[in-house]
């Protein structure tokens, strides 16, 4: 039998905690063939003393304390120790289905594959999460990536969160903790890259709660935005186009903004670029919430507004960060 470590990077996560254990603890993987190492960065919260107090409940749980916060650094902290013949990365905001290590080891075994992992299935607390949950299920909010989507089956370039064969920490090396928010995508190129394969199924399946505010949204997106600009710094090319294409449009309205103030020139791009996103925000936020319903239309329609706004500027953030950099030196 496969031995599994559960990778799970903690910060301010007191409120999820709970179920994230009880999913755990409820499993019909065999508890001895398994090892728990949960990273707290520091929270500000109650979060590690939780951890603490779920310690003392159970016997092969590992809590370490990580003053770098970041979650690449916690994750490289619980690999550097893990046990396990295959290392399943876990998210705190999400719950398990009580099959999900046995499918996610059943998987590595019957493919091959170096990472496999499931569609993301969200779970609404309120209207806005709700919102959210509609949107990321969406071609217009997160572009062709698969996992989104729980049709999709086979082999991909990324899946949501993924279980790991130990010998690719080895071969490819850690996540990258210079890129926030980006460390999976980019672990998963360098796989990909050195002739990896990665495998999504529908019977790995669990469920995450997504933030519950459109600012909290704000800054989730921001960050994957600026971290993706580092993947492409470091590996010179996108790992998908998709990713550049929010950027490319807050860069079209930044540019129509400022040449506006030149005898009107910016104009001619701004108002086709408006135009034509307001056109395409108004079909694809009606073809979301009409099979669900209306009363959504707005909110959905904001969240599309957030998640293209957000991760584009934060791009465009990271790339005018490192253009400053370059020189001054």
Known sequence: MKTVSL?????????????????????????????IIAVDG?????????????QQQIPKLTVLSNPRRSAPSSLN????????????????????????????????????????????????????????????????GVGNSQFHYTDQEGYVDT???????????????????????????????????QGGKIYLTAAIQSYYYPRDSLKKLWRQYFQYGYGKFGVIRK????????HLIPALFVLSLLIGILSSFYHG????????????????????TLQTTYKTTLSLFGLVALVFITLHLSYGIGFLTASATQLSKHLRH
């Open 159 to 193: 899946v949501y969160l993924g279980a790991y064969r130990r010998q690719v920490f080895t071969t490819i090396g850690y996540y990258d903790e210079n890129l926030i928010g980006a460390e999976d995508d980019e672990l998963n190129y360098r796989l990909i890259k």
């Open 77 to 140: 902290m619980a690999i550097q120790i893990a046990q396990g013949d295959y290392l399943i990365r876990m998210d705190s905001h999400t719950e398990y289905a009580p099959d999900y290590i046995r499918q996610c080891v059943a998987a590595l075994d019957k493919t091959g594959a170096d990472n496999v992992g499931g569609h993301i299935r969200i779970k609404a607390t309120n209207r806005v999460a709700q919102a959210i949950a509609l949107a990321t299920t969406s071609l217009f």
């Open 235 to 242: 590996h010179t090319l996108p790992t998908s186009i998709r």
């Open 7 to 35: 990778l799970i990077p903690v910060y301010n996560e007191a409120s999820f905690l709970p179920l994230l254990f009880q999913s755990i603890q409820q499993q019909d993987y065999p508890q001895a063939a398994i090892d």
């Open 42 to 54: 520091h929270s500000t919260d109650t979060s590690f003393s939780l951890l603490k107090a779920y």
């Open 265 to 284: 020139l910016g104009l001619y791009l701004l108002l086709p670029v408006i135009v034509s996103y307001l056109f395409a925000l108004t079909i694809f």
